[in-house]
């Protein structure tokens, strides 16, 4: 297979010089949803309370928060409908609404599409200008409201991370704006509340965890090694107890690791002090912003391919991740056999999960990967990723090797 | 052996419920210290300048930080003379300097116990009271003045941690007092300033990171994979690049690995969800009271001891600890033989970094165990310790371990 991609150059020969201060409150347990009441009122005694399609109010979260609200004397004004791939109309009406009603706070209740929402209208209010132009990089946010976030499924990790994703209808563009002021000032983590997640959404809440650590893994930042296994303790984490819920969805203490390791993924923690590289995240936003996949589903098709394509950048690397994470037998005369075996390993897990490792199994055909690749936002000279840099060649080359 | 000690008993079947934030911004690389001043200038024009026994001035690293400061408009009052095994008479000095001068924080630059003794400054300014009534149990603090850090040592990850240990001489009692308004509101954290630490400093800090550690792994709480491997992580990172920093003092990738880590070992992340033992740190503080040993010294001698005495509580725990951490070939039919082969591998890097494995390395006889034992703080129902409950009798009888 050929390989086009242009190797880093100029990379850096220590750790890099990082700040780091993941300024969420954890709340974290059995029943710890009915602190949100005065977990708010330290902040607000008028907020809005931002959720998605009404699953809340079937199984009875949303009237224990508003109960507890309520008890804690903090006002709350309803906002529903966020769809997955959170939406920039809903936001402005969020924002439009929070102004009218002079709300100072919101309390995001659901999945990461929710807190993203949260995030953006939060983002919005305080600002003069169109919210829109944090994702499309013409202006820096400044302030926000505060943003609580009580999460009911692990994956996105957004109720810790600085990251806000929102899709603009118009042209269908998934944007990121990531900045520390976007960081729920609480995250209230209740296992209990993923019970009832369906089995597929639950893998694919596995896989945009696993996805946040290989992205933030995959670097070239050398004498990374605590990050390295912070890294992997997160992954194995994940790898173990996801088979776990999907037999036993009530299993309070396997959704308990896996909730904490998606939080953990993603408020970078196991990201100081190196650079990530972040293509399949960006490749995989343009992928669903086509297609509504579910991200998780589009993650696990792509990563793969991506390995399978990048690998022998950096050989050692992958051959560490398959000994460390996927308990592949050691074999120094091979390493690249090694490093093979690992994504193997990847690929297995996907499949033993429920999740596609082909874009064909999400039937998305090779019809449509010229716009696909010809939309990809590339940031840096028209590259794409810093592991390695990708070209639309690449990227090309990588749907193709995802195709079937 | 004989073990006297009591089982514990309701232990719990899940993880525990917890709240986290670790508050402190890292500020973390190369040349970072320099950044004090406008970091600094976030929260006051005039703070009091905490250091140690001069050693700063010695390196220049004195004059750096205040010129850092005076560009950033920060007016600074100097008070040095922290001693290991910090003393509430300075604290004490400290906290009538801040009322006469009118300072609002505190910085501190040195090792852990410039950084204790800065936190326990900062208690006493706004506080009515005797500041010892928190260390006593007396009173809890509501209120505190700011503190940043500038640690020159890793080691006791006081520089974003809860905990505050202070000596009061009247009676030598070491005291901690734990409280999240404790936190520095900064830290900065340049491996640079630990590559002149002696050799003898050097390891004792890294025994330190290990027992923060060691003190939540050790644990009755179930279901915990997730901090279990993060505290491995931890504990692999200090065991390979400790003799590598021995051997070459400025290796700046080490150095910045066992600084990294001993913040991590000691912020609680690796303490999430779970209780902890601490009998071991407790008959430490103890024996450095009395004797004025290096606190990582005492570690060192009491832990093998410690663990030698209770791993048949949970000979599982250890064997694990035995394979993870210590590269322990698993041997499923003798759990035991691994566990206490892991505590022999513990013994053996003690030594092959230059510390004591007993007490009389440190010239510490069994003269005094008495009176050692005697003097003891036992908060729970006069046993020590979480993980097993010592009676007196037990410490008595792991001070005799760690005789010889």
Redesign the interface.
């Known amino acids: 297979m050929p390989v086009s991609y242009i190797l880093a150059k100029g990379a850096a020969m220590?750790?890099?010089?990082?700040?780091?201060?993941?300024?969420?409150?954890?709340?974290?347990?059995?029943?710890?949803h009915h602190e949100v009441g005065p977990e708010t009122g330290k902040y607000s005694r008028k907020v809005l309370l931002h959720y998605g399609g009404g699953s809340i109010k079937k199984s009875g979260l949303f009237d224990q928060v508003t109960a507890s609200l309520q008890e804690a004397g903090v006002e709350y004004v309803e906002l529903g409908g966020v769809a997955p791939n959170p939406r920039l109309s809903l936001v402005y009406k969020g924002i439009e609404l929070c102004r009218k009603e002079g709300i100072n706070f919101v309390l995001a209740v659901g999945g990461g599409s929710v807190i993203d929402s949260a995030k953006a209208i939060a983002l919005g209010v305080p600002y003069q200008g169109d919210v829109w132009d944090f994702f499309s990089g013409k202006a820096e946010a400044q302030t926000s409201l505060p943003v609580g976030a009580i999460p009911t499924i692990a994956a996105a990790g957004s109720e810790a991370s600085w990251s806000c994703v929102i899709t603009n209808e118009d042209g269908w563009l998934k944007r990121s704006y990531n900045n520390n002021i976007n960081r729920p000032v609480f995250a209230i983590l209740n296992p209990e509340l993923t019970f009832t997640l369906p089995p597929y959404q639950t893998a694919c809440g596995a896989m945009d965890i696993l996805a946040h650590v290989f992205e933030r893994y995959f670097t070239n930042t050398?004498?990374v090694?605590?990050?390295d296994?912070?890294g992997?303790?997160?992954m194995?984490?994940v790898i173990?107890?996801t088979p776990v819920v999907l037999r036993e969805p009530e299993n309070?203490?396997a959704r308990?690791?896996i909730m904490?390791?998606g939080t953990?993924a993603h408020n970078d923690?196991v990201g100081?002090?190196r650079i990530g590289d972040w293509a399949t995240h960006i490749l995989e936003h343009e992928l669903s912003g086509m297609y509504d996949v579910a991200h998780g589903a589009g993650l696990a098709a792509l990563f793969p391919a991506w390995m399978t394509y990048v690998y022998r950048h950096d050989v050692y690397r992958f051959a560490q991740f398959a000994v460390r994470v996927w308990d592949v037998e050691p074999d120094f005369r091979h390493p690249e056999e090694i490093a093979l075996a690992g994504i193997a390993r990847l690929r297995q897990f996907i499949r033993s999960i429920g999740l596609p490792v082909s874009l064909a199994e999400l039937k998305i055909g090779r019809e449509k990967f010229d716009e696909l690749v010809a939309k990809c936002r590339m940031p840096n000279d028209d590259t794409l990723g810093k592991f390695v840099r990708l070209t639309r060649d690449d990227l090309r080359r990588i749907l193709e090797l995802a195709a079937e």
Do not use: C
């Open positions: 220590h750790m890099e010089n990082f700040r780091f201060l993941s300024s969420t409150q954890i709340i974290f347990g059995r029943g710890s050398p004498h090694d605590l990050t296994r912070l992997e303790a997160v194995k984490t173990k107890h309070y203490d308990a690791e904490w390791a953990l923690l100081t002090g």
